[in-house]
């Protein structure tokens, strides 16, 4: 899942200089986070409205990052031709699947953070760094270039205090890893030396 968070209101504000809005949400990731359902999508178009705003429409896609046909959109939300901006309430990727097909102006409600999950109802943070060379199961299933604020590699950098990271105070991962590790009997893999990840893996443009 996706993590995002709300832009504060008055920053939103500042960046849409039209007039006419029209609001899209997301049924996947951002309404579990309750930042781009049915709820969120009304919120925000009170707000806009009570801040001078002329919102024309909403609706919340069943996936702002996954569209079929733009021209389904419009058929289904023909007040969309009335905005002058679109105002999407989902991670970076519906904003950006949007901004390719539709010709206005799209503007972002929340911003992107992580890839994370939903773990017994708790939403968890940067279980991954998307690097496209996953070796996961080295690290007892935890991975430190999503939870590692250095992306360490080969073990702690030694900044840690009393278990905390130094950058930002959270656990240091390597904590957890060599934890995992022992418990699965596994702490001879703690010994085997990570080259740098292949970068060309990450992300490719065809």
Known sequence: MIISRQKEFRDILKTIEQQ???????GKCAA???LGGETEVLEMKRKLGKSGKNVVGCTVLSSACNIASWDDVLT???DIKKAEALLVMSCGGGVSIISSVAEKAVYPALDTESLGGVCRDTTVLEQCGMCGECDIWIFGGICPIGQCSKNMLNGPCGGAV???CEVDERKCVWDEIHTKLKSLGRLELLKEIHHPK?????????
């Open 20 to 26: 006419n809005i029209f609001i899209i949400g997301c």
């Open 32 to 34: 579990k986070q309750h």
């Open 76 to 78: 289904q939300n023909p």
């Open 162 to 164: 009393e278990g905390k």
């Open 198 to 206: 292949d970068h060309s893996k990450k992300r490719r443009r065809k």
